[in-house]
T-cell receptor, first 117, second 118 residues
Framework: GAVVSQHPSRVICKSGTSVKIECRSL??????MFWYRQFPKQSLMLMAT?????????EQGVEKDKFLINHASLTLSTLTVTSAHPEDSSFYIC?????????????FGPGTRLTVT | EDQVTQSPEALRLQEGESSSLNCSYT??????LFWYRQDPGKGPEFLFT???AGEEKEKERLKATLTKKESFLHITAPKPEDSATYLC???????????????????FGQGTILTVHP
């Protein structure tokens, strides 16, 4: 149980284009989903928190207009990197927290490797 | 501000050589402390949640313990397949909303890279 998928697993795009990453909870409903970024040999950095049906909450220093987050259903959140630049190249990981009180564990997806050329 | 510090940064063990990883934390009201395992190029895999000092949880060769200031992940007789980065994270009470809506922001440590040699 508690499986989270991400698509695509790897993506290469040209500078200036936009890329959409999907995060799905496969066997549970997730009121809250989280998006992280991870640089090589570093820990996870929280970018934003998305709650189903409401606007995402972004961490300090994360550009809202660059990293668009949509959480349209209880099983799907998307992250769109707009006008991507080489410095946006990174490993993006989502996590999902099962709905309901007392269930605050986060289950992580396998990650998406973004390379901007 | 919540802080998590893990030590050592890297640990090399021989197969069968037991050891412990440390996670020290400061948090404004601990809701939960989480341990994850991360393999290269993959997302973190959930291992344990600990909620209160004195609590212990076990899974195969791993045992996690919790005090008011730190948590330990004990690895007994490790095998090469236990090689991974182990991440510790804390969740504060003030990151959680009531009424069934979870917020639950996690603050992660830098991780301990464990290498077990055959």
């Amino acid at each position: 149980g508690a499986v989270v998928s991400q698509h695509p697993s790897r993506v290469i795009c040209k500078s200036g284009t936009s890329v959409k990453i999907e995060c799905r909870s496969l066997d549970f409903q997730a009121t809250t989903m989280f998006w992280y970024r991870q640089f090589p040999k570093q820990s996870l950095m929280l970018m934003a928190t998305s709650n189903e049906g409401s606007k995402a909450t972004y961490e300090q220093g994360v550009e809202k207009d660059k990293f668009l987050i949509n959480h349209a259903s209880l099983t799907l959140s998307t992250l769109t990197v707009t006008s991507a630049h080489p410095e946006d190249s990174s490993f993006y990981i989502c996590s999902a927290s099962p709905s309901g009180q007392g269930a605050y564990e986060q289950y992580f997806g396998p990650g998406t490797r973004l390379t901007v050329t | 501000e919540d802080q998590v510090t893990q030590s050592p940064e890297a640990l090399r063990l021989q197969e069968g050589e037991s050891s412990s990883l440390n996670c020290s934390y400061t948090v404004s009201g601990l809701r939960g402390l989480f341990w994850y395992r991360q393999d290269p190029g993959k997302g973190p895999e959930f291992l344990f949640t600990l909620y209160s000092a004195g609590e212990e949880k076990e899974k195969e060769r791993l045992k996690a313990t919790l005090t008011k200031k730190e948590s330990f992940l004990h690895i007994t007789a490790p095998k090469p397949e236990d090689s991974a980065t182990y991440l510790c994270a804390v969740q504060a009470f003030n990151s959680v909303r009531s009424g069934g809506t979870s917020y639950g922001k996690l603050t992660f440590g830098q991780g301990t890279i464990l290498t077990v040699h055959p």
